[in-house]
């Protein structure tokens, strides 16, 4: 009885002059006037692909290094597929129950441990045909939350660093290294009077970067 059927399905997919190929693809190219042939995997993949899940997801922020003396910036990690469109993503960040930040697109942080909730805004919309073309019916804002433990680290201390005035160096970094390649150390003669073009650690940090010590202090 399979059999039969079988054999008045196919006649009738013959007399309607179209194949549907299930298996590999012909090797022979097709004659003028022969029907088409269907790759039935390409007509899956094509509505699979058409009715792809409208989705966003919200990632947590890894763990952050800021930079020696400065911030790390943070922004949300916000992604969506299918046929929606994500219209707002913020950060509120909170430090020992005090609030840092509040909705922000990007927040930086010092070297700490935070709370911070991620907050993403969004739509999703469905494709309507008209007469006129086609158009989008959009549905009802709605809202997604993750809320996460941050960590910001401190960053390594460099050997050098910039002045942090024309005439003045960081604690951190003391002795001062000018134009002229010469390396001025704290209580030097010619110390206070000297324009630091580069600040470092220690001389043998400015000795290394190719300063010679002053031979008047």
Not at 49 to 57: D, E, H, I, L
Not at 142 to 150: A, D, E, F, R, V
Not at 161 to 187: D, E, F, M, R
Request: aromatic share 6%.
């Amino acid at each position: 009885m399979r059999s039969l059927l079988a054999s008045l399905a196919l006649g009738a997919l013959l007399a309607s002059g179209a194949v549907v190929a299930t298996g590999s693809a012909a090797t022979a190219a097709p004659s003028a006037g022969a029907p088409a042939v269907v790759q039935a995997g390409s007509v899956q993949s094509s509505i699979a692909t058409a009715t792809k899940p409208a989705r966003v997801t919200i990632k947590k922020i890894g763990t952050r290094t800021a930079p020696y003396g400065g911030k790390a910036k943070i922004k949300p990690r916000v992604s969506k597929s299918g046929q929606v469109k994500v219209t707002s993503k913020t950060l509120t960040v909170k430090k020992a129950g005090k609030t840092v930040a509040k909705n922000k697109k990007t927040v930086s942080l010092k070297p700490g441990t935070y709370r911070v909730v991620t907050k993403a805004k969004y739509k999703r919309y469905t494709v309507k045909t008209t007469a006129q073309g086609t158009t989008k019916v959009w549905g009802p804002t709605k809202t997604k939350t993750l809320k996460q433990k941050l960590v910001v680290k401190q960053g390594k201390r460099p050997t050098s660093t910039a002045p942090v005035s024309k005439w003045n160096c960081p604690s951190w970094a003391p002795v001062k290294g000018n134009q002229s390649g010469i390396y001025h150390l704290p209580g030097g003669r010619y110390y206070d009077i000297t324009t630091p073009e580069r600040c470092f650690t220690t001389a043998a940090a400015a000795r290394n970067a190719g300063y010679r010590a002053s031979k008047n202090g």
